[in-house]
């Protein structure tokens, strides 16, 4: 189409020139417009693009409309769960990754990184939602009720479901576990009241709470009650219903006379599992009322320091804490067996001295491998390190023998030396230096080695330059700097023989790049080494 016309406009322009032709006017105008059509033509593609991106505009709106079902479909769990104190804990227990659960040793207590974690404020505590009620749901019907708890990132909670209960006033009997930190970034803890249909669950209302308003509460008296309003969630709310829908329960810190589990890390090794420990909970011997020995159905249970019995159902103080056994990972498995999906004892499982040895050789070549990726990482970064300063000490050397060259006044600031060398750069642009004159002093604007070498031993103590002084001056410009003007410094001295060095380390660069590209490589390749060793130790184990 663009061919035609542009040979139609051609023979039109001819005809409109051509002396004596019949309606040149008129083939003037039709070579015109066709012109302007040719002109338009590069913007042909215009409506293509305008398209595409309403596409994905639009794709993108559907996108976030549906973030739930985006986020179950990447995570598998329909909330994004992440927050900043995810974040800043993170970066601490990575940044402090070689100050691991070792360090307890050294400090006594807690490692170097729940030290870390601790001085951040975004240590967690837990504390205990027990005895919750809710009251005023706008509902004139018996249902199904139930509450999910989410606090932080951590996985939602969720109550027993109290069934073909009235609105009015709810009990649940659960006891929900929070892990609360007392930090401006901690996300509120969100408590949601759902009622049950034939296939759906509906929001019905809804609360959210300050952690560090709960850890206050907490801290106030054991068992402290609250009450807290809710917000309805619903749209058609019942007439007759004008309260306020409201939950109200008990929040406590844990103590350690609480929870028999609150020192049994202290049972857990650190690398070894051959050392690992299991912590059981016996039923006391007595109870304070000596309930329990006497009752013909014994003992249900036992839980949080309180005896359960299975009669009465009823609650009672124990006079004593819960008693417990510490014991050995082979011991706890020949005292529980293994059952299957029907309660039977039929699974075949090694020996847990053969899975101690597996998992301890497996833990010894991953800190073997991981000291040795450390140390080349290590050494790689050293040499780089030096490498650079060795590189701003030679610049800056080539600045200082173009400046003498150009009889300037030493000596010279850095910035001074730097103008001078740009000068002679841009006085020597697409000129070449064999034609110039042998007196010529833009023939020494590009010094070679032996002449930087030269001035690198011959300069006085006190012209050396100073290395990264240069680069840190580079990037302040002032007070819209990147580095403000009160830390840049002094840099680091050049010492005498740098320039010696540099020309010794030079020829291994392309070594040291060599080995900086495989360093990702050789670490993919010792973990399939440390795999492969302790798979095939594995197999020798079960076959045998």
């Known amino acids: 189409y663009v061919a035609t016309a542009s040979t139609a406009t051609t023979s039109h322009r001819k005809q409109c020139v051509t002396p004596g032709s019949v309606d040149s006017s008129c083939l003037c105008a039709v070579a015109a417009s066709l012109n302007t059509m040719l002109d338009l033509s590069s913007l042909s593609r215009l409506p293509t693009t305008l398209i595409l991106m309403v596409f994905f505009v639009i794709v993108l709106a559907i996108m976030w409309s549906r973030r739930h079902q985006v986020y179950f479909l990447i995570t598998g769990d329909d909330k994004f769960r992440f927050s900043q104190v995810d974040c800043v804990a993170f970066l601490l227990r990575n940044v402090c990754c070689l100050c691991g659960p070792w360090t307890s040793y050294i400090t006594g207590g807690k490692s170097l990184q729940d030290m870390c974690i601790g001085a951040a404020g975004i240590q ?289 600031t850095t910035g001074e030396l730097r103008d001078t060398w740009n000068a002679c750069q841009a006085s020597i642009e697409g000129l070449s230096l064999r034609a110039m004159a042998s007196d010529d002093p833009r023939r020494h604007c590009l010094p070679d080695d032996e002449e930087v070498i030269h001035h690198c031993k011959e300069i006085p103590d006190l012209m050396r330059p100073r290395a990264f002084k240069a680069l840190v001056q580079d990037l302040h410009t002032g007070s819209g700097g990147i580095i403000p003007s009160n830390l840049v410094g002094r840099g680091l001295p050049c010492f005498a023989g740098c320039c010696a060095v540099r020309e010794m380390m030079q020829p291994f660069d392309l070594l040291f790049m060599f080995l900086l590209l495989i360093y990702p490589c050789t670490v993919c390749a010792g973990r399939s080494v440390v795999y492969k060793l302790v798979t095939q130790r594995a197999g020798k184990m079960e076959r045998s």
């Open 124 to 412: 967690a505590t837990t504390c205990r939602v027990r005895n919750i009620i809710v009251g005023d749901l706008p509902s004139d019907k018996p249902g199904d009720w139930y509450i999910s708890v989410e606090c932080s990132s951590y996985p939602t909670q969720h109550s027993s479901v109290e069934e073909n209960v009235m609105g009015k006033v709810i009990h649940f009997p659960d006891v929900l576990t929070l892990k609360l930190r007392s930090t401006n970034l901690e996300t509120p803890v969100v408590m949601t009241v759902y009622e049950m249909g034939v296939a759906l669950q509906t929001q019905i209302c809804s609360t959210k709470i300050s952690p560090e308003a709960l850890l206050d509460l907490a801290s106030k008296a054991d068992g402290h009650r609250v009450r807290f309003g809710m917000d309805i969630l619903v749209g058609d709310i019942p007439l007759g219903f004008p309260a306020k829908p409201w939950i109200s329960f008990e929040v406590v810190k844990l103590r350690e006379t609480d929870n028999f589990l609150t020192d049994v890390e202290k049972l857990q090794p650190n690398y070894f599992s051959s050392y690992a420990k299991v912590r059981v909970s016996e039923p006391p011997s007595r109870a304070a009322d000596g309930e329990g020995q006497d009752s013909p159905r014994g003992t249900a249970g036992v839980l949080g320091g309180f005896f359960i019995s299975e009669r009465s159902s009823t609650r009672t103080k124990l006079a004593q804490p819960t008693d417990f056994k510490d014991m050995d990972m082979g011991e706890f498995k020949k005292r529980f067996p293994l059952l299957d999906a029907s309660g039977r004892a039929g699974f075949h499982e090694l020996p847990d001295d053969e899975v101690s040895g597996i998992q301890d050789f497996y833990c010894c070549l991953t800190c073997a491998s991981h000291s040795c990726f450390f140390v080349y990482g290590l050494f790689l970064a050293m040499w780089g390190a030096f490498r650079g300063y060795l590189w701003s000490c030679w610049r800056q050397f080539k600045w200082i023998a173009v400046a003498q060259h150009q009889n300037r006044t030493m000596p010279m």
